[in-house]
């Protein structure tokens, strides 16, 4: 009898998971993988690219000539060229284009066969370990994805509304759409490297459970406290998606624990190379998006202060206007949390490297092991301490929370700055 309940589907492997944000980046060629028949292939698909950017293009070009048009001819009227604050945040686009761009290089650079060897070495990595987190995986990419995506869209709209209530809708649709369109696309690449780099932190995730299950089959040399597996202790995961007995559900069953740790070096060896990856392909598309995600947020909140003190639009209606400081606050959460959010995701795979890091002098230190060993558990410790996984912008500066701390310095002096002479 067939059971009516629902079979849970389970993601293959790590492209599987990818699947949220792929479905988008597919919109705007920002990816060059496909599935079929059970089996990844490289698809340039050249007509839907060289549409969709040809079409970018003519509009960015159009609104560009369009503005300088504007401006010329407020010249000819008035014999004064004044450029103002909200003509100056309206060439913002022109970054976000310069980003959109970037993004198509580098994704035509590295994201074909590179990329196909990219996924296959998760492949070979998953093997090892048994990876059985999947599922939690695709479905964090599937929540994040879904309500960053919500939180962009819903800000874009009303953003639109309340600028088009002030300059009008048919001037507002030619001259500020197009920032809304890179904006979001973005986003996207925001979004695209936290699912990459979520696949990192759940495979170092993988080997912290490993270290677990390998603690607590060792015989401890001195009267202590098993702190590693203990519920209420820092290493204990709520997450953990199954109890293993020594890596139960890997290839490697049959070998001993010395052979484990063994596995476990080739393993972290392969993350350090996806790290390399993911740092290649996304490195200055990262640098240059940051950049564009601080000069908005500087932007918007100098123009939420001046609307709301009346320095700009002094004529306006007050609810207009209110309206308006808002859209531009919502703006201003958006870029935020795009930056706060790639940094929470690289930090969580730092704080699991250093967990393993802890694992390993607990086993050193508090179980009787032999001294092959614990040779080689003294050399896989070393390995990941000498050589840690980390994110970084071009190489320019990691992706932690320092990052934040430096970003939140950034705006707040330019915003002194600007707002020194409100005109």
């Known amino acids: 009898m067939i ?36 089996r990844l292939k490289v698809s340039y698909n050249w007509i839907k690219r060289i549409f969709i950017i040809t079409a970018l293009i003519i509009y960015t ?17 008035n014999k004064t ?61 599937y929540k994040a994805t879904a309500s960053i995506c ?38 996207l690449t925001i979004i695209d490297m936290c699912a990459n780099v979520i696949q990192v932190e759940y495979r170092l995730k993988t080997i912290v459970d490993v270290l677990q299950d390998l603690y607590s089959a060792t015989n401890n040399s001195l009267s202590v406290v098993n702190v590693v597996g203990d519920k209420s202790w820092l290493y204990f995961s709520k997450d953990k998606a199954v109890t293993r007995k020594i890596i139960s559900s890997s290839k490697f069953l049959e070998y001993n624990h010395l052979n484990d740790i063994v596995w476990l070096n080739k393993c972290y060896l392969l993350l350090i190379e996806q790290t390399a990856y993911i740092n290649e392909i996304f490195g200055t598309r990262i ?96 390995l990941v301490d000498s050589r840690p996984i980390q994110f970084t912008a071009m190489n320019f500066y990691p992706l932690d929370y320092g990052l934040v701390v430096s970003s939140a310095s950034v705006v707040t002096t330019l915003t002194i700055i600007m707002l020194q002479s409100l005109q």
């Open 3 to 38: 059971s009516g309940k629902k079979v849970k589907y389970v993601p293959k492997d790590a492209y599987d998971t990818l699947t949220p944000i792929n479905t988008l980046l597919k919109m705007f060629s920002l990816t060059t993988l496909s599935r079929e028949n059970s």
């Open 61 to 77: 070009i159009l609104v560009t000539v369009g503005k300088v048009l504007k401006y010329f001819g407020n010249y000819g009227e």
């Open 81 to 141: 060229f004044n450029i103002r604050f909200t003509d100056a945040l309206q060439v913002t686009y022109l970054l976000e284009f310069l980003q959109y761009i970037v993004d198509l290089k580098y994704v035509f650079k590295f994201g074909g066969y590179t990329s196909l060897k990219y996924f296959k070495l998760y492949e070979q990595i998953d093997d090892i370990l048994g990876m059985t987190y999947n599922s939690i995986i695709k479905s964090k990419i």
């Open 150 to 187: 919500l939180l962009v869209i819903v800000s874009l709209a009303l953003d639109f509304e309340a600028w088009a209530l002030i300059n009008g809708y048919d001037s507002h649709a030619l001259y500020y759409s197009i920032d809304y369109v890179f904006f979001f696309i973005n986003t």
């Open 287 to 382: 640098l240059i998006n940051n950049s564009n995600q601080l000069f908005n947020i500087v932007n918007f909140i100098n123009l939420a202060i001046r609307i709301f003190t009346g320095v700009i639009f002094p004529d306006g209606s007050p609810d207009t206007l209110f309206f308006l400081t808002i859209t531009c606050i919502l703006r201003t959460i958006c870029s935020a949390v795009n930056i706060a959010w790639l940094v929470y995701r690289c930090e969580q795979s730092y704080e699991q490297r250093a967990t393993i890091v802890s694992i390993a002098d607990h086993m050193l230190v508090d179980k009787n092991i032999s001294e092959s060993m614990r040779r080689t558990l003294t050399e896989f410790r070393n």
